[in-house]
């Protein structure tokens, strides 16, 4: 059963960087397939935020590209999500889940439960 | 890259039929059969309820089914029930290895 865990830190400073990492189970990354991040701002809607290969290739949302890394560390099992320069438009609960590539898994089959980020000083 | 439109709510009966629409442009649902269905619960994680535009994950109920046309997708649910009451989100391959979300639909069981 594959499974994926969000952790990071739920508040973050405005104007600081979002650091978020995704777990995964049940499933070598190093196997394949695309990883990524969506976020829910509160009460919104769902917003693709990137993805990145298992052998490491990201794509990025045009809007969030200026701002936004993702890495995986196939050593680790797991993905990485960095967000800078955060405002409070980018507080969201933040979701990791498997799959969005073009040619495979052209969809999100897994999920990670969710991570809540709020922006405040 | 603008997300895609739903309406935002639906409703109808237990035992009637339901459609959401999600509409897009001719670079992302009118390119490609790439159009997936999230069914999200209050506090919940989205569940993938249909894929490439007709497919159905194992597991999930016949009584969902998933067509398009033109920029247009849409997502039936017949024989409503009182669990189908959720949100769902439609999502789209937008090119360039791009992803883009509809708004969400928010379904109401009567």
């Known amino acids: 059963q594959v499974q994926l865990h969000e952790s990071g830190p739920g508040l973050v400073k405005p104007s600081e960087t979002l650091s978020l990492t995704c777990a995964v189970s049940g499933y070598f990354i190093s196997s394949g397939y695309y990883w990524g991040w969506i976020r829910q701002p509160p009460g919104k809607g769902l917003e693709w935020i990137g993805n990145i290969y298992h052998s490491g290739s990201p794509y990025y949302s045009p809007s969030l590209k200026s701002r936004v890394t993702i890495s995986v560390d196939t050593s680790k099992n797991q993905f990485s999500l960095k967000l800078s320069s955060v405002t409070a438009a980018d507080a969201a609960v933040y979701y990791c889940?498997?799959?969005?590539?073009?040619?495979?898994?052209?969809?999100?089959?897994?999920w990670g439960q969710g991570t809540l980020v709020t922006v405040s000083s | 890259q603008s997300a895609l439109t739903q309406p935002a709510s639906v409703s109808g009966s237990p035992g009637q039929s339901i459609t959401i629409s999600c509409t897009g442009t001719s670079s992302d649902v009118g390119s490609y059969n790439l159009v997936s269905w999230y069914q999200q619960h209050p506090g919940k994680a989205p569940k993938l309820m249909i894929y490439?535009?007709?497919k159905r994950p194992s597991g999930v109920s016949n009584r969902l089914s998933g067509s398009k046309s033109g920029n247009t997708a849409s997502l039936t649910i017949s024989g409503l029930q009182a669990e189908d009451e959720a949100d769902y989100y439609c999502c789209s391959y937008a090119g360039s290895s791009t992803w883009v979300f509809g708004g969400g639909t928010k379904l109401t069981v009567l």
């Open positions: 490439e535009g007709s």
């Open positions: 889940a498997r799959g969005g590539g073009r040619w495979e898994l052209p969809y999100f089959d897994y």
